[in-house]
Structure formats: structure tokens, C-alpha cells
T-cell receptor, first 112, second 110 residues
């Protein structure tokens, strides 16, 4: 079945540690996105990529980094510079700009 | 600016209709969206409407769009307990990102 797979489902980070969240899609979508969700709030855009080897900052990119070396994959690294990383992270993809976005099941990141 | 507002909570009885309302600020969105989120899960795209349309019906779901008032609504007919979830309204002002409301918690009482 086609879809978006995020892993792991739960992740714990120690102080000063970088962690990487995986997002893979087999929908043949060109565009991929990372959002952050905090309790009782909507989602906010961290980074997006419209095409392989290109990505752009969203509204809250500080403390995060991404890469887009393959069309299917858009990993997100939460660096030690992100002082409040505890949140639910959601990856999405779409066929292109201004098209409906489809979401994965999310990764919940917590601090040890 | 970009802002999407939704009421926080709606409680209905099973079998009744539910209406979830949303207001948005940016009139340049090509589409407006409704997403559903169940506990601990990602977002499911429920339906979306092209900005030039007034209404879209999809089985039990009806979306109404009033562009003049920048008001979007989602009606769920014959609401079931499985419809209990958080519903998010979203606009896409520049085509690259979605701007979400804070979500409406729908509780369906049996």
C-alpha cells in the first residue's frame, strides 16, 4: 500500500544530543514537509522540500536540519540547539506546490 | 497575516448532525482543507474545497465556503461515535505550507 512511514513512533533525547526522525514515502510525491504539533495547538511548519536536493525553512526552523537526497526520503534532525524539542512531529507529502498534503502517523519526541 | 480560528469543543448526540466552523484571514489560498486527528495518530485528509466553490458534498460530509466572510464549515451528517476526534481547518496562503487552526474537539455521545 502506498503511504508515508515515520519512524520511530516514540523517541527520547538526552540533553546535548542530536536525534534524527525518519520519513519515507512511496507515493511518488515530489514535495515533502515537516510539521511540529504542541498540545492544544495546530501544526507549524519546520522545513519543506519541493524537489530533491532542495529545501526551504518554514516558520520554526531554528534548531532543526533536514536533507533531501532521495525523492522518497526527508529525514529531520533535531539538534541540541533546539531547546524545547518535546513535541509530536508530523511528516507530510504532496504531488507538488499547492496540492493536498497527506500525513504520516507521527513521531513523539520526549526529553530524558 | 495568516490566522485560522476554530471553536475548541463540540458535543453532539449520536445520529445528530455536527457543524464545525472556521474563519481564516488569507484570501489567496487555492484550496481550504479539513483534517481529522484521532488520539496519538497523524492527520487524515478528510476533504478539501477549491476556493472558487461554495459547497462540496462527499458522502456524510458537506463543506460550505463563504469567501466574502472568510468562513468555512464542515457538516457531518448522522454523526457516529467513530467520528469523535479533533478536526483541523487549514488554509494554504502561499502554496508551500498549511496554516492550521488549533483544532475542534468533537465528542459524540451514544
Amino acid at each position: 500500500d502506498g503511504g508515508i512511514t515515520q519512524s520511530p513512533k516514540y523517541l527520547f533525547r538526552k540533553e546535548g544530543q542530536n536525534v534524527t526522525l525518519s520519513c519515507e514515502q512511496n507515493l511518488n510525491h515530489d514535495a515533502m514537509y515537516w510539521y511540529r504539533q504542541d498540545p492544544g495547538q495546530g501544526l507549524r511548519l519546520i522545513y519543506y522540500s519541493q524537489i530533491v536536493n532542495d529545501f526551504q525553512k518554514g516558520d520554526i526552523a531554528e534548531g532543526y536540519s533536514v536533507s533531501r537526497e532521495k525523492k522518497e526520503s526527508f529525514p529531520l534532525t533535531v539538534t541540541s540547539a533546539q531547546k524545547n524539542p518535546t513535541a509530536f512531529y508530523l511528516c507530510a507529502s504532496s504531488t507538488g506546490r499547492d496540492q493536498p498534503q497527506h500525513f504520516g502517523d507521527g513521531t513523539r519526541l520526549s526529553i530524558l | 497575516g495568516e490566522d485560522v480560528e476554530q471553536s475548541l469543543f463540540l458535543s453532539v448526540r449520536e445520529g445528530d448532525s455536527s457543524v464545525i466552523n472556521c474563519t481564516y484571514t488569507d484570501s489567496s489560498s487555492t484550496y481550504l482543507y479539513w483534517y481529522k486527528q484521532e488520539p496519538g495518530a497523524g492527520l487524515q485528509l478528510l476533504t478539501y474545497i477549491f476556493s472558487n466553490m461554495d459547497m462540496k458534498q462527499d458522502q456524510r460530509l458537506t463543506v460550505l465556503l463563504n469567501k466574502k466572510d472568510k468562513h468555512l464549515s464542515l457538516r457531518i451528517a448522522d454523526t457516529q461515535t467513530g467520528d469523535s476526534a479533533i478536526y483541523f481547518c487549514a488554509e494554504s496562503p502561499n502554496g508551500n505550507k498549511l496554516v492550521f487552526g488549533a483544532g475542534t474537539i468533537l465528542r459524540v455521545k451514544s
